[in-house]
Antibody
Framework: EVQLVESGGGLVQPGRSLRLSCSAS????????VSWFRQAPGQGLEWVGF???????????EYAASVQGRFTISRDDSDSTAYLRMNSLKTEDTAVYYC?????????????WGQGTLVTVSS | EIVLTQSPDFQSVTPKEKVTITCRAS??????LHWYQQKPNQSPKLLIK???QSNSGVPSRFSGSGSGTYFTLTINNLETEDAATYYC?????????FGGGTKVEIK
């Protein structure tokens, strides 16, 4: 059974950093894109970025314009874990953050999602 | 960026009714349009992929159709468990985008 579990959320002050983790099981992690999404309180879904599998696409990354240059996605295939490093956090980054995987390695829609982790950026 | 415009924003319906949600794309997105269901305090669930293909385990009352820039999600014979917010999503090009969501309430 595919499982994705996010962790690392919490309360952080504006301008500070936070790193989220996405621990995966039940599939060959290294073969798949891992994407991050977020959902601000009471709002819709927003794509944050993704990291491709290293085997087929060199582990390259893509980001939404709203986080480009502040957020970094990485992966440790030996540990089946993806990370979202968030720097220079702003109040508008407050959201539930989800990681997700596609049904096939490099597809860009997602059939497995984690339960989410809440990040609150506030002084 | 491809903008997806969903309508309506909210719909209140009685059980067994039919619900139709539309999603318009700002440009042609071929078959790269998908639908998700999100219930309160839950993560999104993929319902329909590539316009009309039901994801595994999705009840047959959910169906998708459309082409080019106009797409619909239909829920036939609505059940109380279908109370949720529904989002369309395009994977034609980056950035990946979602519609604003349609909240379906059961009367």
């Amino acid at each position: 059974e595919v499982q994705l579990v996010e962790s690392g959320g919490g309360l952080v002050q504006p301008g500070r950093s936070l790193r989220l983790s996405c621990s995966a099981s039940g599939f060959t992690f290294g073969d798949y894109i891992v994407s991050w999404f977020r959902q601000a309180p009471g709002q819709g879904l927003e794509w944050v970025g993704f990291i491709r599998g290293k085997a087929y696409s060199g582990g390259t990354t893509e980001y939404a314009a709203s986080v480009q240059g502040r957020f970094t996605i990485s992966r440790d295939d030996s540990d089946s874990t993806a990370y979202l490093r968030m720097n220079s956090l702003k109040t508008e980054d407050t959201a539930v953050y989800y990681c997700a995987k596609p049904p096939y390695g490099n597809y860009w829609y997602f059939d497995s999602w984690g339960q989410g982790t809440l990040v609150t950026v506030s002084s | 960026e491809i903008v997806l415009t969903q309508s309506p924003d909210f719909q209140s319906v009685t059980p067994k009714e039919k619900v139709t949600i539309t999603c318009r794309a700002s440009q042609n997105i071929d078959i790269n349009l998908h639908w998700y269901q999100q219930k309160p305090n839950q993560s999104p669930k993929l319902l329909i992929k590539s316009i009309s293909q039901s994801n595994s385990g999705v009840p047959s009352r959910f169906s998708g159709s459309g082409s080019g820039t106009y797409f619909t999600l239909t829920i036939n014979n609505l059940e109380t468990e279908d109370a949720a917010t529904y989002y369309c999503h395009q994977s034609q090009s980056l950035p990946l985008t979602f519609g604003g969501g349609t909240k379906v309430e059961i009367k």
